[in-house]
């Protein structure tokens, strides 16, 4: 039982930091998709 808890928090704390990390980077790549699609529409009218 005390191995089963020491794996899970060896592997739990990557796991959270992961997780973590990736909600943040999606927020930030939903603003870069949407300036480059309107830098895409200010080219295009040029």
Known sequence: ME?????????????????????RLEGR???LTDSIVKLTDVLDKE
């Open 29 to 31: 790549m939903e603003k």
């Open 3 to 23: 191995e089963l808890l020491v794996q899970i928090s060896n592997v739990g704390f990557p796991i959270a930091l992961s997780v973590y990390l990736l909600v």
